[in-house]
């Protein structure tokens, strides 16, 4: 009976915080996130074992229409993911949207907060999985936030290639051929072209020369790029040039 009552508590405090997270009012809102953050700290396990349920509504609340509630909300995942840890993986998808998404954001707090919460994901939680999950987005990202996650990438490929080559080469390898084919990809300013030749620097530093050979399967011009950028010369394509103007 004891087990009962203590289910029908935790039910009762679920239902607590879905409404309060769902309210129409922005001052509830902010109650509820709260209220996550505190259970986090004293009953993390009610949490990470409903952690689908909780953060479907909670992943609305890191892009509330409120800014106050928007930037607490990303507060608080920073301070949540040391805690929650591996459970995070779960909503791992979503979370990584939200985040990278207020990255563009132009509202200060927001902004840094984003930033906070992308840091604490970097330093808790799987980085295989995270570097999957960022590299997915490069494409669909633009401005500040693809500078600042291709920038994560260069974090990741160091800490995950010591221990799961197979993961950079899957996820790190297409998005730095993605970049290095996009023509228009130096025009679009300086700070995402440092971000870019990092990568590559990173990649180069961890696979040597297998990934000049990988290179050398990519379309010329990617190739080129990436010579240009670890200023190499690639005696082959520089032969066959030659041949080509005799």
């Not at 999950?133 to 936030?145: D, I, N, P, Y």
């Not at 993605?178 to 300086?190: A, D, E, S």
């Not at 072209?193 to 990519?218: C, D, H, N």
């Amino acid at each position: 009976s004891h087990l009962r009552s203590g289910s029908d508590g935790q039910v009762e405090q679920l239902s607590e915080l879905y409404k309060l997270l769902t309210a129409n009012e922005f001052q509830r809102r902010m109650e509820g996130v709260e209220l996550l953050l505190d259970h986090c700290r004293s009953s993390s396990r009610l949490i990470s074992t409903n952690i689908v349920q909780i953060f479907d509504v909670f992943v609305l609340r890191l892009q509330d229409c409120n800014k106050k509630v928007s930037q607490r909300a990303l507060e608080a995942l920073a301070l949540m993911t040391p805690v929650l840890k591996g459970a995070l993986h779960a909503v791992l998808v979503a979370l990584v949207a939200a985040v990278t998404d207020n990255l563009n954001s132009k509202h200060m707090g927001i902004y840094s907060a984003a930033v906070k919460a992308l840091e604490a994901s970097i330093a808790y939680l799987d980085n295989a999985l995270l570097l999957q999950e960022l590299a997915s987005r490069v494409r669909f990202l633009r401005g500040q936030a693809l500078q600042i996650i291709t920038e994560s990438l260069s974090v990741l490929v160091s800490s995950v290639y010591p221990w799961k080559p197979q993961a950079v080469h899957r996820c790190a390898l297409p998005t730095l051929w993605f970049f290095l084919g996009n023509r228009t990809l130096p025009l679009r300013g300086g700070n995402i072209r440092t971000a870019v030749i990092r990568l590559a620097k990173t990649l180069y530093k961890v696979m040597g020369s297998k990934l000049k050979e990988l290179a050398k399967s990519q379309p010329q011009h990617v190739a080129q790029n990436l010579w240009s950028i670890l200023d190499l010369t690639d005696e082959g394509l520089v032969c066959s040039r030659k041949q080509m103007e005799r």
